[in-house]
């Protein structure tokens, strides 16, 4: 069975509570400065990542991805085109990645002309109006650092804070807010959200997959990014704590001022009845990096799904519920319950740096992003710190071992073409981000 990452984190439950159905009701404004924005990751949208761990995945025999990445939507050469949708949406930030196996394509080897290009992507951001918002790493790694044992690797965490610095150095005079490592607090956990059945076969193949990578390449320990099969799941978990620290520091010591956090996956996970799993999913899931974050300048939330924990697991959907294209319950108010989470561990201001929903019926997107922001922006005013939304994503794109079957863009994508074409769900981030209100 294959499973969707997001779906992976998701819950599906029968308690009543906020749904999506029904107009939000208005709300006031937004604070002044609010960052608007849509998001994309390199390795989906550049096209052609030929240097990086998931590329290697793709081509191996066998592949727990369904197609290759391809071109994805050209975006390392079309990258002017996404910052003008971004524009004509009349939104104010774009939160995008680095491809580190662009960046050090070899050990210790850096290319001036990819930090360039990035330089370029930061600087176009500029010159619109966008606050660059610039993830450091999302999930792939160069192919030589997952060969070489990836984030279980004894110097994985030096190495992440040489690449830091070395990006700093180039970039982050321009920079509006950085993020060391996307969703960290998922990598190797994966299984504990799943059935056992499930979370044994997903490992089997994730672990076939690098088993041949490791062949291919001639590797004794092939460890990609998002696909990582820590025997230690500790170690793996304090490397990539020990790697957002360092990272963070590297960027700090190039330029203090810049902004520096981390994004998490951050399900709405609720209580239902007594002795419920859900405390104890939340300490294994969340609670280290929260812990961490109390040093950072905010923290990153990725909702997209509520989970309600009995004492044996996680109820299943509601009969009648919306679903996205996973057939998981789209719930409105699971943005809000997340933020109200983070913000009460970590005490640290929070940017949405991605929320969405999986499904080819834009309608359900233009219903949720409103009635979304209304339940944020409630947490808001009850003194939930919130300097942004960025939507998850600009433009449907590469979903990783799902190929480009599921679609989150607030765009559609030609992908022999690569034309890009607004769905009416960006017509309704755009007003409500053009009045800064509801």
């Known amino acids: 069975m294959q499973i969707d990452r997001r779906s992976l984190l998701a819950a599906t439950v029968a308690l009543a509570g906020p749904a999506l159905a029904g107009a939000p009701q208005s709300g006031g404004s937004f604070p002044p400065g609010f960052l608007w924005g849509a998001a994309t990751a390199g390795h989906q949208v550049e096209g052609n990542n030929v240097n990086s761990d998931i590329w290697a995945l793709e081509h191996v025999t066998p592949s727990i991805f369904s197609e290759s990445s391809g071109d994805a939507a050209n975006s390392f050469s079309l990258w002017p085109a996404d910052l003008a949708l971004i524009e004509r949406m009349g939104l104010n930030t774009y939160r995008f990645s680095l491809e580190w196996a662009r960046i050090e394509p070899s050990p210790g080897e850096f290319s001036d002309a990819m930090l360039d290009h990035y330089a370029a992507m930061i600087d176009g951001c500029r010159a619109r109006g966008l606050t660059p918002i610039v993830t450091f790493n999302h999930f792939t790694t160069p192919r030589w650092f997952a060969a070489a044992g990836g984030w279980s690797a004894a110097d994985a965490p030096a190495l992440f804070a040489r690449f830091c610095d070395r990006a700093a150095r180039r970039l982050a005079s ?219 994503s600009l433009v449907d794109n590469y979903e990783w071992m799902f190929g480009y079957k599921f679609k989150f863009g607030l765009h559609t994508l030609d992908r022999r073409t690569f034309e890009r074409t607004p769905k009416p769900s960006a017509a309704v981030l755009a007003a409500i981000a053009g009045r800064n209100a509801l």
Do not use: C
């Open 174 to 392: 321009a920079i509006g807010y950085a993020v060391t490592l996307n969703e960290p607090n998922l990598l190797g956990q994966i299984r504990a959200l799943l059935p056992v059945s499930e979370g044994e076969t997903l490992a089997a193949r994730e672990r076939a997959a690098n088993e041949a990578a490791a062949r291919f390449y001639g590797a004794a320990d092939f460890q990609a990014g998002l696909m990582v099969q820590a025997p230690n799941l500790a170690r793996l978990q304090a490397n990539l704590l020990e790697a957002h620290r360092r990272g963070r520091q590297a960027i700090k010591a190039v330029r203090p001022d810049l902004p520096v956090g981390v994004s998490l996956a951050v399900v709405d996970d609720q209580a239902a009845g007594p002795n419920s799993l859900r405390d104890v999913m939340r300490a294994k899931l969340y609670d280290p990096w929260l812990q961490a974050a109390r040093l950072d300048d905010f923290v990153g939330v990725q909702n997209y799904e509520r989970s309600v924990w009995t004492d044996k697991g996680k109820l299943p959907a509601p009969r009648g519920a919306e679903t996205n294209d996973m057939g998981v319950e789209v719930y409105a108010a699971s943005l809000a319950g997340a933020v109200r989470y983070v913000h009460g561990v970590s005490g640290v201001p929070i940017i949405v740096t991605e929320h969405g929903v999986n499904t080819a019926d834009d309608r359900i997107r233009a219903r949720l992003i409103p009635a979304a922001l209304a339940e944020l922006q409630r947490a808001m005013n009850e003194g939930v710190p919130v300097k942004g939304y960025v939507h998850w």
